[in-house]
């Protein structure tokens, strides 16, 4: 297959933006973890030690451990060769390192590979771990680079005047740099949510009790052995389980992922509609056309793109939080398929705060459009206005500037001297609200 016969465009026309994201989501990704888990239980039965174990030295780990590390496509593909003989992905794993260890002279211990395990013991590891590992290594890289771009321009805009819009009317007056500062603000704090919530993994055997593990040896505290196994790992041991992880932390992590994405779709829209304003202007890359048909647009559209492709994420990242932790009983299989398309809406992510960046480096600001918009909105500062003659006990402060600001009259600097001038108030005070202007009214 190559890139034009790709089904999802984030294995096709967006491969080379979620490249990073294979060596976590693949399928052969997903075999290497499993691999992984089974190794490092092997060696941590080892070192308990059981009986049958404890002769095997510590010396020997390396090479174990050597099997997971230099996993290639070739050990995937046999891995997928034994599975069309098992019908079985995991039992596949089991028979792939029962192999292995022949190779490595440990033909008398190969069957305390998986011992006493059921499946999702591997798997309920095995993708959390990915999970965790994707997210440390590709997400928050790709995320803090999108966050130092914004507190890059909020510091370079943070003196530049800007007319507010509420419900799409002129406001109060801000600042360019502290409307890109409430968007940092906002992502660093839902940071602080996804990287306090925990990577939670299911280990305790078939029904989660660690049945085959006591009946065997009942004199070893198999929870605690699950438990430091588990955090051995990096993860935290869910206990007590059914058959599988209940992924309620799974969930916590997809529902603060999905709100990062929500607080750079408000971005994007907002930048977007800054440019329709045409207080930004965009670089232009020689031959790159805006439209089939009108030469001279330059659209917008990076923040487009990456405005859809948060969606297509939230939309999963939805679907996720709200399946995976509902499971009959003991459990059934549909969360089985759903845990092989988390690395989708990851997919759709990283597309987006790459195109999110690229539109933010594009950006240009024009100060001329964003004074004539001040300009043009004398109105704004009434607010001021007003809020000084109430402070000088003013009679009815709001309702003379509402009848000001009301008329059908153009409302300028000068009407604004003029209305001050009729005030019963000192001159010093006059002078005081002459000084009020759209560009330096802006708080604090």
């Given amino acids: 297959m190559n890139a034009l016969q790709a089904i999802s465009p984030i294995d096709g026309r967006y491969a080379s933006k979620t490249k990073d994201l294979i060596p976590f989501f693949s399928e052969e990704a997903l075999i290497k973890y499993r691999v992984k888990i089974e190794v490092e239980y092997f060696i941590a039965l080892c070192e308990i030690p059981l009986p049958q174990l404890q002769e095997i030295s510590s010396s020997i780990f390396p090479k174990l ?14 891995v997928k060769e034994i599975e069309k003989t098992t019908n079985h992905d995991v039992k596949a794993v089991e028979y792939f390192l029962k192999d292995k260890f022949e190779g490595l002279g440990l033909d ?143 969930a916590a992590t997809f529902d603060a992922l999905k709100r990062i994405n929500t607080i750079l779709i408000d971005l994007d829209r907002d930048i977007w509609t800054y440019i329709s304003m045409d207080y930004f202007k965009q670089k232009i890359k020689k031959g790159e056309v805006g439209s089939s048909a009108m030469p001279h647009k330059v659209n917008p559209i990076d923040f487009e793109n990456s405005e859809g492709n948060l969606g297509v994420a939230n939309a999963l990242f939805e679907h996720l939080a709200a399946k995976l ?98 005030l019963d108030v000192s001159e010093e005070v006059k002078t005081e609200l002459k000084a009020i202007t759209p560009q330096n009214y802006t708080g604090i």
Avoid: C
Avoid at 65 to 78: G, L, M
Avoid at 380 to 395: G, H
């Fill in 325 to 422: 932790p509902i499971s009959r009983l003991q459990r059934d299989l549909t969360d089985s398929t759903v845990l092989r398309t988390i690395g989708m809406p990851l997919g759709h992510t990283l597309i987006a705060f790459k195109s999110t960046l690229k539109g933010l480096n594009k950006l240009l600001l024009n100060e001329n459009k964003l004074n004539e918009d001040l300009e043009n909105n004398w109105a704004v500062v009434a607010e001021a206005i007003q809020t000084i003659l109430r402070r000088e006990n003013y009679k009815n402060p709001y309702e003379a500037l509402k009848g000001l600001t009301r008329t059908n009259e153009k409302i300028n600097a000068k009407s604004i001297a003029d209305f001050i001038e009729t």
């Fill in 108 to 250: 008398t211990t190969k069957e305390f590979i998986h011992f006493g395990l059921t499946s999702q013991d591997i798997n309920n590891t095995a993708v959390p771990l990915s999970l965790k590992d994707a997210l440390d290594q590709v997400y928050l890289p790709e995320i803090e680079n999108l966050l130092e771009k914004l507190k890059s321009l909020a510091n370079n805009w943070k003196d530049i005047p800007l007319l507010a819009k509420t419900h799409g009317q002129p406001a109060s007056p801000t600042r360019l740099g502290k409307e890109i500062a409430v968007f940092v603000t906002r992502i660093e704090e839902q940071l602080e949510n996804l990287k306090n919530t925990p990577t939670a993994a299911k280990f305790g055997g078939a029904t989660g009790n660690f049945n085959a593990h006591h009946v065997a040896y009942p004199q070893i505290d198999w929870k605690d052995f699950g438990t430091q196994f588990v955090e051995g790992l990096g993860m935290k041991h869910s206990y007590p389980t059914t058959q599988i992880e209940h992924y309620d932390y799974m």
């Fill in 65 to 78: 451990r050597a099997i997971y590390q230099n996993f290639t496509s070739i050990d995937a593909q046999a």
